[in-house]
Each structure stands twice: as structure tokens, then as C-alpha cells.
């Protein structure tokens, strides 16, 4: 099958029949993905993933440019107020298109300033300590924080998944933590393997490769079963903390009046990346999980959002977390 018909194909399953097809002179030049954290960091590695692959079916570079600051909320708002026309887009996940529209007044609508176009592979956490640490498994994690006082836990910025996880871990356990914000996760886990602070919640995709290298511990993932990836490392359930279930899920948008044609070949473009085998190992590799294809889609990515939003938005403003 040829490129454009497989391209077709793929977009078909978000789209309308009714819609018209892809303008043939889309895209005409190199596509921007806007990822909203620093480089290294997981958002930044799978949108280098995506965009390799995406610019291989697209016929055009798609180039990854890292828009840091406010917890992801400037790269964002970068894809908000750009042209509508398919050629800037913003990678995000959880954090950035639910959590920060209820903590950072935005100059944007997380849902009418933009069009979904497909959900990405999404990511649990580990629960994370630098090797230093007395405590070797996640109970003793909890009796050492007790018995210390504040542990410094490192966060990729006021409002991310690696804050709110922290909040979560510390209401569930009754203890306090020190929280030490920075641009991204990644400068995080650098201060975390060279000691500087104690603990982080990191997604598996970025800290897997340091945790199989010695670098840090990993005391639990924060999910309900174990990944093929890891499978040394205990759930959350099994390691004494039941329910601490935090699953990043990613997606991919484009401004808010970007042409549905547009829209459907930035999709089959997506799925035609998490359908490749090669593909679908480096996320095996990574600790990402593929959505079935009937959740890759733009409709879906819209229903997971809204519904993610109608759920955490009431829960993050009773916890009373706010941009600092």
C-alpha cells in the first residue's frame, strides 16, 4: 500500500466519512512539535520517537523544539496562539492538558483552544530514591521520612504528574515532604542520582535506564501490575502502598480551528508510528504502553480529556495546590 492511501487508511479512523480528503500540498514544509519540557526528559524522548517516525510518513521533517517553564504551561500556550494550519503542535500528557488548567490562570482553554489529533503511549511511575538512601524497600521509604523530617523530594515543576504523585504519597502516608521544583524531570533525576535530594516519582520511560544501571532504587511502580520491562520491581499494591495508581497518559494537539483534513493525516501519520513493530518495541523498552487502536484516535483523546478533567480538577483544588 502506498504511503498517502496507508496514510488514509489510518486518519479514517478518527475522521468522518464525510470528510473531505487530506490537501494534497499538506504538509509542505517541515511540521514543529512543541514539547513543553526540557530535553532529556520523557516527554522530549517520546516526542523524538513520534516525530522520526511521523516525519518518515508524512514526507516531512517534523522537528522537535523543548519550550520549557510553568509546569509545561508556556510550551503549551506556544501551540495555543500559533497559526491554525498543522504546522506547530504540542506533545502533552496528563499534567499539562488536565492539572495545569486547575492550578496556572491560562491564557488558553485546554479544550476549546485546541483540536485533538491522537493519544500516545502512556507510562505508571517508579517510585524513586537516590542509591544512598538507608531505606531499601518502600515501607522502610515511609518509616525513614517519618523518623527524618523533611525528605526533599524533586518535582518537574509545581502542578506536574511528579507533584501531584508526591501529594498523593504523602496524604496516603501521613508524611511531609519538602518539594524542590525544577524546569523538567530530567535536571530532577540528575540531582537525584548525584544525591542532592532524596526521592522523586519518575515515569518509567526516564528512569528504567538509571535504575538498571545502579544509579538510583526503584521501590514500586505505580501500577496494578507489573511491567514486562521491570518486572523485578513490585507494584505499589505489593509494596505496602494499595491504590497509588498514577498512569501518564500522552497525546498530540493542534490549535483549535486546524482543518480536519489536517487533522485526520496528523492522525494516520500517529498511529501509523504506534502500529510499527519496531516502534512498538523502543515504547516495550521504555516502559510505555500502546493504547489500543480504538484509543488512539482524536475522539478518544478528546473523551479521555474532558472526562480526566471533570475528575481531577475538583480533587487538585480541594488539595490546594496553586502555581507558587
Known sequence: MRRREFIAVLGGAVASSTLPARAENYPARPVTMICPFAAGGPTDVLARLMAEHMGRTLGQNVVVEDVTGAAGSIGVGRVAHAPRDGYTLSIGHWSTHVVNGAIYALSYDLLRDFEPIAQLPANPMFIVTRKTLPA???TELVDWIKAN????IGTAGVGSGSHIAGVYFQNMTGTHLQFVPYRGTDPALIDLMAGRIDMMFDQTSEALARVNDGTIRADAVTAKTRLASAPDIPTVDEAGLRGLYINIWYGLWAPKGTPHDVIATLTGAAMAAMADPQMRKRFADL????????EQTAAALGKLQRAEIEKWWPIIKAAGIHAE
Open 287 to 294: 516502559g510505555l504502553e500502546v493504547p489500543p487502536p480504538e
Open 149 to 152: 523530617g523533611n525528605a526533599m
Open 136 to 138: 531499601t524497600d518502600l
